[in-house]
């Protein structure tokens, strides 16, 4: 099975590949080392043959998601610490979850087993955006929620 992170926002989300850094635009495909191949792709929750949207985790309030995957994205207590592939997929996540938050004022992520998504007993909790420091701060444990606002409630 496969550890998933899935966010959803109030806004539409971007797609599409981040963080891969080719040798050139006319190459795409060539990379000087394994840490410029590193990137993460993230899938939106539309499915273009039903021309609907679906939600990976019911227990989401929003209906624009994305799903994540990379085995160096990590869970709380299983971090490699200065792993490079991990530190650079950590600095890709925070990237991302900080142009959503900037852009909708407020989103919920959260991670589990891809299978495990509908299944109740998931932990929650709220951070304050201002009070992230790094991006080890949206390291979550497994089946953990957690949504973050521009505001302290």
């Not at 085995?71 to 600095?91: A, Q, T, V, Y």
Request: glycine share 6%; charged share 30%.
């Amino acid at each position: 099975m496969t550890q998933y992170y899935y966010i959803s926002s109030p806004r539409k989300l971007p797609e599409g590949d981040f963080g891969a850094k080719p040798i050139s635009e006319d190459k795409p495909y060539i990379f000087s080392n394994e840490l410029d191949f590193t990137s993460l792709f993230f899938e939106n929750n539309y499915d273009s043959d039903e021309k609907k949207r679906f939600s990976y985790v019911p227990s989401f309030h929003y209906k624009h998601q994305v799903a994540v995957y990379h085995n160096f994205l990590p869970i709380k207590s299983e971090e490699r610490g200065n792993n490079p592939i991990e530190r650079k997929c950590l600095k890709l996540f925070y990237d991302y979850i900080s142009n959503a938050v900037e852009e909708s004022g407020m989103i919920e992520y959260c991670t589990c087993w891809n299978g495990t998504e509908e299944r109740g007993n998931w932990t929650r909790k709220t951070l304050y955006w201002g009070d992230v420091e790094s991006h080890d701060d949206l390291v979550l444990n497994d089946r953990e929620i957690c949504e973050i606002v521009t505001w302290k409630g």
